[in-house]
């Protein structure tokens, strides 16, 4: 079964730029759909980004044309590019992937947006 782990949150200023990784082993990547949700504090956690097998994107009204989310199959990677921040976007951030309805999360990672 795959395995993620990510990386790469921490503090930001406000209008400042992240990018965060999830780094994918123990399955075959090419083959999944690939996905970033976040939870804040007192908060459900929801969908950020999703990257399907065949690379359409798909972006929560919230962080269109800010984020952008990617993936290289070869070095078996997700990434998050996180532009123009904002406090609201404070969370923690999990990788997701997805195939014929199995699903498996990683460990998460926490971003901050502060002044």
């Known amino acids: 079964q795959v395995q993620l782990v990510e990386s790469g949150g921490g503090l930001v200023q406000p209008g400042g730029s992240l990018r965060l990784s999830c780094a994918a082993s123990?399955?075959?990547?090419?083959?999944?759909?690939m996905g970033w949700y976040r939870q804040a504090p007192g908060k459900q956690r929801e969908l950020v980004a999703i990257?399907?097998?065949?690379?359409?994107?798909t972006y929560a009204d919230s962080v269109k044309g800010r984020f952008t989310i990617s993936r290289d199959n070869a070095k078996n990677t997700v990434y998050l590019q996180m532009n123009n921040m904002k406090p609201e976007d404070t969370a923690v951030y999990y990788c997701?992937?997805?195939?014929?309805?199995?699903?498996?999360w990683g460990q998460g990672t926490q971003v901050t947006v502060s002044s």
């Open positions: 997701n992937a997805e195939r014929f309805s199995f699903q498996r």
């Open positions: 123990g399955s075959i990547f090419s083959l999944y759909n």
């Open positions: 990257i399907t097998s065949g690379s359409t994107t």
